[in-house]
Structures are given as structure tokens and as C-alpha cells.
């Protein structure tokens, strides 16, 4: 049974940095493509960041964050994480870990979700 469990999300002012994580358990870590959700209150959930299985050197973001996040993963912890640099207060959401997606190719990559969600942890910038 897959489960992704996140943490590692909070208070912070605008400008500040967090790195919340995904533990995932219940599936060969290496062979999956690992992603980043977010959802905002009477939004829609948006992809955030994605990366390839393997060492993932293909790595796909949200045009809103590149250069202020980056998707670290770490296949010997089976952990993936998010590294927020530079928030801002439109940064505020409920961060979703996504599992089992898939990496694809046309013209650039983007990912498709698979179908292994985490419960969520609350990221909230203040300005």
C-alpha cells in the first residue's frame, strides 16, 4: 500500500525560506516520478514541480516559481522535497506530494499525476 506522508510546512514572512518533504513508503521510490501540488483556497490544484525517477535530471515547474523552487530527491531516503526559496505571499496553499505520475515529452516535459496523494501540509506566507 503506497503512502506519502508530508511535512515540513508553516508560518513564514515573505522572502523567507521552507523545505518541506514527502516520505513515501509502500512502492519502489527510484521508479517513480515524484511531484509537487498546490491548492489555494477556491482555486484549483495546480502542479508546482515534477521530477523524473532515477537520478532526475528532468525536472519540470510551475512558470510562477522557477528559479525560487527547486524538487530535490533523495532515493536512498525515498523522500522528495520542495525547496522554497524567495515566497511570497501568492505562495500560500496546502502543498499535495504526488506519486505514480508520469514524466512526458512534447516540445518540453510536463508530468500527468498518478494516482498517490499525500494528505497535505499548509504553507502560509505572510507579508
Known amino acids: 500500500q503506497v503512502q506519502l506522508v508530508e511535512s515540513g510546512g508553516g508560518l513564514v514572512q515573505a522572502g523567507g525560506s521552507l523545505r518541506p518533504f514527502c516520505a513515501a513508503s509502500?512502492?519502489?521510490?527510484?521508479?517513480?516520478?515524484m511531484a509537487w501540488y498546490r491548492q489555494a483556497p477556491g482555486q484549483q490544484r495546480e502542479l508546482v514541480a515534477a521530477?523524473?525517477?532515477?537520478?532526475?535530471?528532468?525536472?519540470n515547474y510551475h512558470d510562477s516559481v522557477k528559479g525560487r523552487f527547486t524538487i530535490p530527491r533523495d532515493n536512498a531516503k525515498n523522500t522528495v522535497y520542495l525547496q522554497m526559496n524567495s515566497l511570497k505571499p501568492e505562495d500560500t496553499a496546502v502543498y499535495y506530494c504526488?506519486?505514480?505520475?508520469?514524466?512526458?515529452?512534447?516540445?518540453?516535459?510536463?508530468?500527468?499525476?498518478?494516482?498517490?496523494w499525500g494528505q497535505g501540509t499548509q504553507v502560509t506566507v505572510s507579508s
Open positions: 504526488n506519486a505514480g505520475g508520469k514524466m512526458n515529452w512534447d516540445a518540453t516535459y510536463y508530468y500527468t499525476p498518478g494516482d498517490y
Open positions: 509502500g512502492m519502489i521510490f527510484s521508479s517513480n516520478a
Open positions: 521530477i523524473r525517477s532515477g537520478g532526475g535530471s528532468i525536472r
